[in-house]
């Protein structure tokens, strides 16, 4: 009968559970200011969640914040969303009204897909799926086209947007922090390492477009 040798534990190893607060989080100036978004991308692989903020007001559509969330936290995010619409609905009543954009003939831009290859410039996994939210076109069908769109493939999606170098790896967040007004609504996503917390990314949206980004992460977690 062999003796099996069990590593004693160290007493002076510092093993302890850190808490955190979104409200001592720190926010560096070049983060606080924040950007504006106007459309989402949400893809998703088996370990993270990638969202693509993306400002769509002026052509070349671009990147404004790529934000990485584990399994986990993004599950959390789509709740802490939930409540915060709830919350803004006892408040504010409805969301304000949003049209609906006229079908794409060419070049769809940023419309919804579901194609399995990853975008360019994106280290993509083969189950990564995107899911878009947002989406405004600017060109109108002719009469004799039917309603329904094709959804664009995700490589031609990021054909169409500026994605600079230093965003391609994102910032990482393991905890989102929301507020909103009657107009918009913040997104703080915070990274929680000791000593201190940080916010690595803030984004604001208007608030009708909160729903459709809420829609784009359930899809994304159903199919994953």
């Known amino acids: 009968m062999s003796d099996e040798h069990h590593p004693e534990e160290n007493p002076e190893q510092p093993v302890q559970q850190i808490q955190h607060s979104s409200a001592t989080a720190r926010i560096p100036d070049e983060i606080g200011r ?13 370990n ?18 790529r934000i990485i969330l584990p399994p986990v936290v993004a599950n959390q995010f789509v709740l ?19 049209p609906q954009p006229p079908q794409p003939v060419e070049n769809p831009g940023l419309g919804s897909s579901d194609a399995n290859d990853g975008p360019k410039g994106h280290a993509a996994t083969p189950k990564e799926k995107p899911q878009s ?4 076109h600017t060109s109108t069908p002719p009469s004799n086209q039917t309603n329904a769109a094709q959804p664009a493939p995700i490589a031609d999606i990021y054909d169409n947007l500026k994605l600079p170098d230093d965003m391609l790896g994102g910032v990482y967040a393991n905890m989102a922090s929301i507020s909103h007004t009657g107009s918009e609504f913040c997104f703080d ?3 929680q390492f000791f000593p201190r917390s940080a916010v690595t990314a803030r984004v604001y949206m208007a608030a009708p477009r909160v729903p459709e980004l809420l829609s784009s992460l359930k899809r994304s977690i159903s199919a994953n």
């Open 133 to 136: 939210a947002g989406t405004p």
């Open 34 to 46: 924040g950007v504006f978004a106007t459309a989402v991308v949400v893809l998703h692989g088996p």
């Open 189 to 191: 996503f915070i990274a």
């Open 80 to 98: 802490a969303l939930e409540q915060a619409l709830e919350k803004y609905r006892v408040s504010f009543g409805h969301l304000p009204h949003q």
């Open 48 to 65: 993270e969640y990638t969202i693509d903020f993306i400002q769509s007001l002026a052509r070349p559509n671009r990147v404004a914040a």
